[in-house]
């Protein structure tokens, strides 16, 4: 297995089916004693300044209305 020039490898099929990984699935890699493991995890991993605000935002006004928001009229 290759990694590429930005850090990425492919998981095997195989390996993907037995960890239930999917497309969008958080994973996490676990080291113990100099060996790396990858985890599925149950959670995004959130980090930097906005990582207490994540999910608590609400709004009553559509995506259109919101988008419109952020565009130069």
């Given at each position: 297995?290759?990694?590429?020039?930005?850090?990425?490898?492919?998981?095997?099929?195989?390996?993907?089916?037995?960890?239930?990984?999917?497309?969008?699935?958080?994973?996490?890699?676990?080291?113990?004693?100099?060996?790396?493991?990858?985890?599925?995890?149950?959670?995004?991993?959130?980090?930097?300044?906005?990582?207490?605000?994540?999910?608590?935002?609400?709004?009553?006004?559509?995506?259109?209305?919101?988008?419109s928001l952020?565009?130069?009229?």
């Amino acid at each position: 297995m290759r990694v590429t020039t930005k850090g990425q490898v492919t998981i095997p099929r195989g390996v993907r089916e037995v960890l239930g990984i999917s497309p969008e699935t958080e994973v996490d890699f676990i080291e113990d004693n100099g060996r790396f493991y990858i985890v599925k995890t149950n959670e995004p991993n959130v980090t930097g300044k906005f990582k207490k605000l994540r999910g608590i935002a609400s709004s009553k006004m559509s995506t259109d209305e919101i988008m419109s928001l952020t565009r130069d009229s």
